[in-house]
């Protein structure tokens, strides 16, 4: 139990390309914690420094994509001596790091699509893997920055588009096949949820409608599996959680292909925390609603933490 005089603040914004979403999931969370009787407050963060009100005694951490969610603010929460929701700094750095979670799913035999880092700090490059394949940024969140090209032609566009957010873009393989993601709780996968965007892949613009205009995506939890192909996209997730050392929870993305194998994406260490977002479909899915999954959050965190 949480004692009620404790003071929950719920971090949300940032300085990053997921801001207005963030602030969507700490609206949540703040209404969900409230409505249960605890001390929950909102702090809008808005650049790389964190005011936390006198007396807080738990930070919970929903901002999404950089700073939030690569190490930084763990660091600082660290440093003042705060306890935090989710995943530590070093968990959150592997994780956030596309090509650093690459190097550990390779490591610990979790499937994960073939790939390649392009060095561009000299100047354009293309992959020496021949299309189709995908175009990804390592250090962004909500598929900023992601190309699928599917002819060669389109690869220099891809990679300078790319390049804008870093040095060392990782390449990999195209998959073409059903876009799941399985949320990870208290090391105990979630029922998968099926995503099938009305239109593309799922970018930006089909997670976020709401915010773009996009065609939006649909939703199906639990997804319409077999159960033999439901226990290997669920023993997949919840091996690349393991093999990140995320602590607490995480939602892992992955591609199943027209043969039923699972492909691990990436591990997202703060995703969304709306009542509609992926991670609490998964958990209502499993008996947990939203009020449940945040206050478990915050209980487990500070008991890891105290």
Not at 275 to 290: D, N, Q, V
Request: charged share 20%; net charge negative; aromatic share 6%.
């Amino acid at each position: 139990m949480i004692d009620p005089n404790l003071l929950i603040a719920v971090l949300m914004g940032g300085p990053g390309s997921e801001r207005d979403v963030s602030l969507a999931s700490g609206a949540a969370v703040v209404k969900a914690l409230q409505g249960r009787g605890l001390k929950a407050v909102g702090v809008d963060v808005t650049d790389h420094e964190v005011n936390l009100p006198e007396g807080t005694g738990l930070a919970f951490n929903v901002i999404h994509g950089t700073f939030g969610e690569d190490g930084q603010l763990q660091d600082i929460l660290e440093a003042k001596g705060i306890p935090y929701t989710g995943a530590g700094a070093a968990s959150s750095r592997r994780a956030f790091d596309k090509n650093k979670a690459k190097v550990r799913f390779l490591a610990h035999q979790v499937p994960t699509p073939l790939s390649e880092i392009v060095d561009v700090s000299n100047g354009p490059a293309l992959p020496e893997m021949p299309a189709p394949f995908v175009v990804k940024p390592p250090r962004e969140g909500s598929s900023v920055g992601v190309h699928i090209v599917r002819d060669q032609a389109d690869a220099q566009a891809a990679m300078e588009d790319a390049a804008k957010y870093g040095n060392d873009i990782l390449v990999e393989q195209f998959i073409q096949g059903k876009e799941l993601t399985v949320g990870i709780f208290d090391d105990q996968a979630l029922p998968i949820v099926h995503i099938a965007p009305r239109s593309g892949f799922y970018d930006m613009a089909n997670k976020y409608p709401w915010l773009s205009g996009g065609a939006g995506s649909d939703y199906f939890c639990p997804a319409d599996l077999d159960e033999e192909t439901t226990q290997a996209v669920q023993k997949a997730a919840l091996a690349a959680h393991r093999s990140l050392g995320i602590e607490i929870y995480s939602r892992v993305d992955v591609l199943l292909d027209a043969d039923n194998q699972p492909f691990v994406l990436e591990a997202n260490t703060i995703p969304g925390m709306t009542e509609t977002s992926l991670m609490p479909k998964s958990a209502a899915a499993a008996g947990i609603p939203f009020d449940d999954l945040c206050i478990r959050i915050a209980e487990i965190s500070l008991k890891l933490r105290a």
